[in-house]
């Protein structure tokens, strides 16, 4: 691993990610001296912008991010952005790139790494990856190249498959790094830690303990400004086919040999390869999709998903999806696994819960088997941290037994600041670290498991897409995806 001397090139540098995300976790590197002591920021895009318009667009992002508390480096930061204008899809544009990258690596005494991110609408993977190619950009003779491709990768099975083999010409898999920010989140790795740091729980991680896992990853905003790219795509390829079944590989993983990138995505990937896909007949019982519609909440109306700018009025997109699973493997066979998400829902939260299986013998008086079960919550966010519900005796005569939980909260390290997804990812893109990032495999198998659900939900008329007021926890089918009746979600 390393630090090298760079140029970070980011394709789509006019746009939102950009803006938000890449510049400040960037500068929040810089602050920490995470940056070596030569780099320069190169943004690319169509927009019109001069060394001076891109530096002030970031300035205010930085200025206004939340994530960072110390802005006085801003200006000093900013004397490393530069910009260049170029249409995606022309090959004299990558000439021109070639040589403006040579001229401000000899100008700056920075050697040949260098980084591309594809911050840009996801037709646009296809193009400049074999572009680049094409002028030699992908050439490691003057230093290291690499390429991070923002998700989605593929559109369905096919796609990827196409894309894969297509960026596999003119790039190896070790220069391919496709961002998965939820890899980068600190609670994300904390899966990791709590499972093979703790002796505890490992012995009890299996099909004899627990009895299912719920991931959940709700938030309460709608779409934004994003209805053209969000149409397209829905909450299954949003977040199920990368976020949340990448949480399902950490918590479901065999444990790695080291912590070697290879070691560590070996293991998801054997988990991805045992996802059993649901049976056509299954899908409309066991993947449950719903659509927000219109409702008021806090006495303000909220339009519907439909009435949303850049949105089809007759829309089948899905704001909501809910699957049960199960990983065919020794570890995990039989035990079911619930996964959901959903714009508009009640609040913002993402967390795996695990409930183990109750006590072999009641010995005291509980008001369901449910109480008698352990819950192990992984809050990923907000408000970070693990919380253990136990069972205690109820002080006083008797036996009675009520549960508490046993709650460690991130913020109770006070000193301690936690980094943004990105900012962490970055970083590993600049030390080429590639732990975090999905590999081809996964990718592909992830595709595989989902291709199923998405093509009933596209092909077949009979498969309900349930409505469910704004503000609420989606469609009550979601709740039949248990099959004994005293479950629900968490
Ligand atoms: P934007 O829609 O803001 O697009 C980025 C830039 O790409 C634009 O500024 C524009 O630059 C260029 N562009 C936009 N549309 C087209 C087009 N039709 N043809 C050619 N160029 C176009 O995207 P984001 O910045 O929001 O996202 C970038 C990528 O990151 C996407 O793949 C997205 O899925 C992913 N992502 C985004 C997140 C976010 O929070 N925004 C979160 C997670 C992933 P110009 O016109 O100047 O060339
Ligand atoms: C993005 C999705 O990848 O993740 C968005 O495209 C979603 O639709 C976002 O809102 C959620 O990320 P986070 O970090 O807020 O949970």
Redesign the pocket.
Known sequence: MNNDKHIYTI???????????LIPALYSLYVQNLLPDKFIILGA???P?SNEDFRNIMKESILNSNEIHDKSSAEEFLKHLYYI?LQ?DNPNDYIQLKEYLEKLRSKFDIPGNTIFY????????KVIPVHLAAVGLNETDDGWKRLII???FGFDLQSAIELKDLLLKDWKEEQIYR?D?YLGKETVQNVLVTRFSNGIFEPLWNRNYIHHIEVTAAENIGIEN?G??YDS?GALRDMIQNHLLQVVGLISMEPPSSLEPLSIRNEILKVFQSLRPLRREEVAKYAVRGQYISSVINNETVKGYREEKNIKPDSKTETFAAIKFYIDNWRWGGVPFYIRTGKRLPTRVTEVVIHFKPTPHFLFTRKNIQEACNKLILRIQPDEGMLLEIGIKTPGAGFEVQNIDLDFRYSELAHQRIPGAYERLLHDTIRGDNTLFARTGEVIEAWKFLTPILEEWSNNPNVPLYGYPAGTWGPKEADNLFDDENQTWH
């Open positions: 394709f789509g540098a006019s746009g939102d990610l950009t803006r938000r995300k895009a169509r927009s912008l204008g995606y594809l911050s840009t609408p996801p037709s646009l993977y923002e998700k989605p961002i920010h994003r053209g790219y795509i």
